[in-house]
């Protein structure tokens, strides 16, 4: 006589939900965690640009550039009568190294904002959260 077969067992009707519920709260805790560190990075990112822009401003009024900078909006016609002249004594008197930095941290910061911002429009629109 062959043996009895048992069907395979199977599974609770709930069971889908349950594991769709649990990777939704998951994928809400990833989420939540990615805007958490966005926001540590983009703050850390804004509050280290306040000392390079009063350091590139300093340098800037030490080298001669802030001066000519002024006489540039002050009077452009300057630029129409002495263009290649004025651009090379700008280049020459731009504080370079604290103007790399400025920038490199400006952009970092702006990074961090657009992954914030990003973050947080997907926990808004995706699962409601304000």
Known sequence: MPMR???PPRPRPQLRLAIHTRLAAEERRATRRQLAWSITLASAAAITCVPLVRNLHQESIRSGFAPLLILLISDPD???AYGHDVALAAAE??????FALTLAMATISSMCIH???????RLRHRYGIS
């Open 5 to 7: 077969q048992d069907p």
């Open 78 to 80: 300057i630029i129409l």
């Open 93 to 98: 008197l731009l504080p370079s190294v604290p």
């Open 115 to 121: 992954r914030t911002l990003h973050a947080w429009i």
